[in-house]
C-alpha cells in the first residue's frame, strides 16, 4: 500500500474511533434514506456492496430493499463497524479498506459508497474498485458533498474542512465523480441533487472540532466570507454578515455496467482529479 493513503486511512481510524457513537445518533440518522431507497427501488440485485459503510446507515436501506439478498458492508474502522453491529441486522460488516477490497472481481451486482469519497486520498483507486467488484449489468451509486468553487477559495475552504476533520482528504466536483466513474468502464443512469442546511454548530460538533478547532474555524471562515460558485456546491451560508452555517451539497449518482467486465482495463482514469 502506497504510504499517501496508509496515512490518511490512519488519520480516518483515529477520528472515526472517536466519534463512531455520536456519529450513529446524528450523522448516519441525516442520511436521505428515502432518496436511495427510490435509486435502488427499480433495481435487481443479490449481492450488495456497501463500502466505507460506517455505522451501516446506507447498508440498512439496501437490507431493507433486498430481502434474500446478501448485504455486506466494509469500512476501514473497527469502531464504525462495532456501532454498526448494535444499529443494523442483516448486514455482514468486514473491515477493509476502500482502496483494497477483499472480495473477487464481480462478486457484487450493486455497490454504493455515500458521503466518504471525501475521506479517502486517491478517489479514484476507490471507484477503481466498486468497479473492479462490480459484475455485468450491476450498479453503482455513490453520492457525496461536491463542491461548485475553485481556484483560492476552494482550497482554503478545504483547509478549512481539514482543521474541522483532519481525515477529509478532497471534495470533488459534480463531474469529476462522473468522470471517475465513466473512466472505470460505467455509464451514467442519472444523478440526483439535493442541499441541506447544517448550523455551524452542529457541522463542528459532528466533525469532533474541540474549543480550539472551531474557533479556527470560524476565524478562517470569516475571513473567506462569501465566495461565488458556479451554482451547485457546498458553501457558507452568511445572514447579516455573519456565517451561520453549511449549505451543504451532495451529488447522488447511479451509473451501471453494461455487458462485459474490460478485464485488465480498470484502471483508466482513476488518478486523483484536483478540482479547477
Ligand atoms: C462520513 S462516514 C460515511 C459512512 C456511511 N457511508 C454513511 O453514509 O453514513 C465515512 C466512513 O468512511 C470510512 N473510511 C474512510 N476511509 C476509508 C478507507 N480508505 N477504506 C474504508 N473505509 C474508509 C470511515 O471509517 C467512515 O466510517
Known sequence: MADGYREQVSRNQVRFGAIAQSYA??????????LLAELIRSLDFERALDMATGTGAAAAVVAKAGAGATIVGVDSSIDMLRQARAEVSGVRLVVG????????????????????????????LVVAEMARVLGPFGH?????????????????????????????????????????????GLDMVECRRTTSFRPLDQWLDDGGAGPAEAAEVRRRF?????????????????????????????SWIRARRS????????????????PS
Open 25 to 34: 445518533g446524528g450523522q448516519a440518522r441525516r442520511l436521505q434514506a428515502d
Open 222 to 250: 470569516a475571513a473567506l466570507g462569501r465566495v461565488d460558485d458556479d451554482g451547485f456546491g457546498t458553501n457558507v451560508v452568511v445572514e447579516d454578515g455573519e456565517i451561520t452555517g453549511l449549505r451543504q451539497a451532495m
Open 140 to 184: 453503482v451509486i455513490v453520492a457525496d458533498n461536491v463542491t461548485g468553487l475553485s481556484g483560492a477559495a476552494h482550497e482554503e475552504f478545504e483547509r478549512i474542512q481539514r482543521v474541522r476533520d483532519p481525515g477529509h482528504a478532497t471534495t470533488l466536483r459534480e463531474n469529476q465523480i462522473v468522470e471517475l466513474l465513466r473512466g472505470n
Open 259 to 274: 455487458g462485459q467486465i474490460p478485464h485488465g482495463d480498470t484502471g483508466s482514469g482513476t488518478g486523483t482529479p484536483t
Open 97 to 124: 479498506l476502500a482502496e483494497e477490497l477483499p472480495f473477487a472481481d464481480g462478486a457484487f451486482d450493486l455497490v454504493l459508497c455515500t458521503r466518504a469519497l471525501h475521506q479517502v486520498e486517491h478517489p479514484g
